[in-house]
């Protein structure tokens, strides 16, 4: 998580309507802007501003998705597994709980080429 990235910042961003619904919609897969823009019912605008926030707490990851063509476009995939708040103490505690990043295209190449 960026240091940046607090508790507080985590929790703002989960009380938007947008970062709730791309957090869960690639929970189930990963997705493009274009397709998130869809099944959120908003604009790729909007969409983007969003993953940069969730990629800014480390809640949503870009991946390189290649195409038999040789093309690749991004897609964006949820990291976030929990979140759970807990009041004890006199203290709010929040605890989040993020799948593993997913190895990278280039990454994934090159160690197959060192493999070799």
């Known amino acids: ?3 940046d990235c607090d508790d507080e910042k985590v929790l703002a961003l989960l009380d938007d ?3 709730r619904a791309i957090l869960t919609a690639t929970s189930a897969e990963p997705m493009s802007a274009q397709t ?3 099944r ?13 926030r969730l990629k800014e707490c480390d ?3 870009e991946q390189l998705q290649p195409q038999p063509d040789g093309n690749h476009y991004k ?3 949820s990291r976030l597994e929990s979140f ?3 009041f004890e103490d006199g203290e709010m505690r929040a605890d989040i709980t993020r799948a593993e990043a997913e ?3 280039a990454d994934r190449f090159t160690r197959m080429w060192q493999d070799l």
């Open 1 to 3: 998580m960026s240091e």
């Open 17 to 19: 309507e947008y970062a």
């Open 36 to 38: 998130l823009s869809e």
């Open 40 to 52: 959120c019912d908003a604009s790729v605008t909007t969409i983007y501003r969003r993953i940069d």
């Open 59 to 61: 809640l949503v990851e």
């Open 75 to 77: 897609v964006y995939a």
């Open 84 to 86: 759970s708040v807990s």
């Open 103 to 105: 190895e990278d295209v």
